[in-house]
C-alpha cells in the first residue's frame, strides 16, 4: 500500500517568510510525528499526534512552530518567520497504534515518509 | 534521561566482510530499540526492531542485533557486507514509558563498502 507523503519534496524561502509542510500518513494509521533532521543537531523530535490531539508538543524549538492534524489524518507543520537555523528536512512519520493506546508493551513501529527539505536564504 | 550513543561516526569494511556498528543506550525503563538505515537522498528505512521478546533480533537485508542488558548495548552486525550496504545506520531508543512513543536517535553511523 501507499507509504507516508509529503509536500513539497523541496521549499526555497527566503528568511521571515510562513511557510507550511504536508504530511499524508499511512491510511488507517493514528499516531503521526514531525521530525527534524540536521547537520549539526541531528535527528529531533518536533511534536506527537494522537488522533488529532498533541499530547506531546515538547521538541517544537520555538513558539514560531506550530502543527496540526485534521480529521485523524493529514498533518500540517507551520514555521512562521523562518530563521536560517531552521534550514533541514522535515521529516514525517506515522505508526498504527501510537502510545497510550490499550494493549500496546512496546513502542509501535514508525514509518517514515521521504521528507521535505527546507532552505531558508 | 533516556539517549544513545553510536560509538563510531564512519565505519569502513572491505566487501564480504563482517560488519559491526555499535549503539549503547541509556533509560531508565524497559526501552523499545531499533535501526534504521537511510540511503543518500532517501527516506528512513526500519532495519529491525527490539521489544523484549528475544534478545537477538533479525532483520532485513541479513543485519541482526543483539540486546545486552548487562551491557546496555545493541550493536547491529551483519556477516558479508554488500555494496547496496553502503548508507547511514541510526540506532533508536524509544524509552515508551512516559515519553509519547517519540524515538531518540543516536548520531548515526556512515557504513562505506570497498569494492
Known amino acids: 500500500g501507499a507509504g507516508v507523503s509529503q509536500s513539497p519534496s523541496n521549499k526555497v524561502t527566503e528568511k521571515g517568510k510562513d511557510v507550511e509542510l504536508r504530511c499524508d500518513p499511512i491510511?488507517?494509521?493514528?499516531?503521526l510525528y514531525w521530525y527534524r533532521q540536521s547537520l549539526g543537531q541531528g535527528l529531533e523530535f518536533l511534536i506527537y499526534?494522537?488522533?488529532?490531539?498533541?499530547?506531546?508538543k515538547s521538541g517544537l524549538p520555538s513558539d514560531r512552530f506550530s502543527a496540526e492534524r485534521t480529521g485523524g489524518s493529514v498533518s500540517t507543520l507551520t514555521i512562521q518567520r523562518t530563521q536560517q537555523e531552521d534550514s533541514a528536512v522535515y521529516l514525517c512519520?506515522?505508526?498504527?497504534?501510537?502510545?497510550?493506546?490499550?494493549?500496546?508493551?512496546?513502542?509501535?513501529?514508525?514509518?517514515f515518509g521521504p521528507g521535505t527539505r527546507l532552505t531558508v536564504l | 534521561a533516556q539517549s544513545v550513543t553510536q560509538l563510531d561516526s564512519h565505519v569502513s569494511v572491505s566487501e564480504g566482510t563482517p560488519v559491526l556498528l555499535r549503539c549503547n543506550y541509556s533509560?531508565?525503563?524497559?526501552?523499545?530499540l531499533f535501526w534504521y538505515v537511510q540511503h543518500p537522498n532517501k527516506g528512513l528505512q526500519l532495519l529491525l526492531k527490539?521489544?523484549?521478546?528475544?534478545?537477538l533480533v533479525k532483520g532485513i537485508n541479513g543485519f541482526e542485533a543483539e540486546f545486552k542488558k548487562s551491557e546496555t548495548s545493541f550493536h547491529l552486525t551483519k556477516p558479508s557486507a554488500h555494496m547496496s550496504d553502503a548508507a547511514e545506520y541510526f540506532c533508536?531508543?524509544?524509552?515508551?514509558?512516559?515519553?509519547?512513543?517519540?524515538?531518540?536517535f543516536g548520531q548515526g553511523t556512515e557504513l562505506s563498502v570497498k569494492p
Open positions: 512519520a506515522s505508526s498504527q497504534r501510537g502510545f497510550g493506546t490499550s494493549g500496546e508493551t512496546s513502542t509501535d513501529t514508525q514509518y
Open positions: 491510511s488507517g494509521h493514528t499516531a
Open positions: 499526534f494522537q488522533g488529532n490531539s498533541a499530547p506531546d
Open positions: 533509560s531508565s525503563y524497559s526501552p523499545s
Open positions: 527490539y521489544t523484549s521478546a528475544a534478545t
Open positions: 533508536v531508543v524509544s524509552p515508551f514509558y512516559n515519553q509519547g512513543g517519540k524515538l531518540i
